[in-house]
């Protein structure tokens, strides 16, 4: 089983609005990924979580505040955000334990923000 | 600095023909080349990867030839079916995270 699972599937938030994106995966993998896609673009990559610590910020805007909960779990906190961050918000998962390099990707959050 | 050129941008292949997208890639210190497939609305789909050990690896009607020296790898899609019609993109990795080309949209005309 390589799924992952990100809820909701679309989300349409005011600029003044907080809202969170949440992915979650099962398979025992200990490295998460969040990305941007927009439209005809390859996914773009914010932030990676190893063994739930922050590893790699991709110097994205502090309106997007990423959370590792638990080793199952991956949050992204939205607060404040401008019609140009509408876009797939994609999460992915790597098993890192034995060096695979394999990332599965969730079917995405598509966001609009008004 | 675009670290992996993707090309042609977009393709269209009668139903049964032969797909080919290519892929180019300047940091020698990638180890890792995966290509996903993706459809409208939905997340990219690890399709098939290759080491640079290997000249060329098949799965199905999907191979992917390298060529290190060139590096270069590209992705032959045989027997194309309308189902196969999607947005490819290639990647490299070499530090744990991808480095993706710009895309390829594959149309297959039934």
């Known amino acids: 089983d390589t799924e992952v699972t990100q809820t909701p599937k679309h989300l349409v938030m005011g600029m003044t609005n907080k809202k969170s994106l949440k992915c979650e995966q099962h398979m025992g993998h200990r490295a998460m990924y969040w990305y941007k896609q927009k439209a005809k673009k390859p996914p773009e990559l914010m932030f990676v979580?190893?063994?739930?610590?922050?590893?790699i910020n991709e110097s994205v805007p502090s309106r997007f505040s990423p959370e590792c909960p638990n080793s199952s779990l991956l949050n992204l906190h939205l607060h404040a955000l401008q019609p140009e961050d509408s876009a797939l918000y994609l999460c992915a998962s790597r098993d890192i334990r034995d060096s695979a390099e394999e990332q599965y990707f969730g079917p995405g959050t598509r966001l609009t923000v008004t | 600095q675009q670290q992996v050129k993707q090309s042609p941008q977009s393709l269209i292949v009668q139903k049964g023909g032969i797909s080919i997208i290519n892929c180019a890639y300047e940091?020698?210190?990638?180890?890792?080349f995966p290509w996903y497939q993706q459809f409208p609305g939905k997340g990219p789909a690890l399709l098939i990867a290759?080491?640079?050990?290997?000249s060329e690896k098949k799965e199905g009607r999907f191979t992917i030839s390298f060529n290190k020296s060139a590096k270069q790898f590209s992705l032959h899609i045989m027997d194309s079916q309308p189902g196969d019609s999607a947005t490819y993109f290639c990647?490299?990795?070499?530090?744990?995270?991808?480095?993706f080309g710009k895309g390829t949209m594959l149309l297959v005309s039934p």
């Open positions: 979580y190893s063994y739930e610590k922050l590893s």
């Open positions: 940091n020698t210190a990638f180890d890792y």
């Open positions: 290759i080491r640079p050990d290997v």
């Open positions: 990647a490299a990795s070499g530090y744990s995270t991808l480095t």
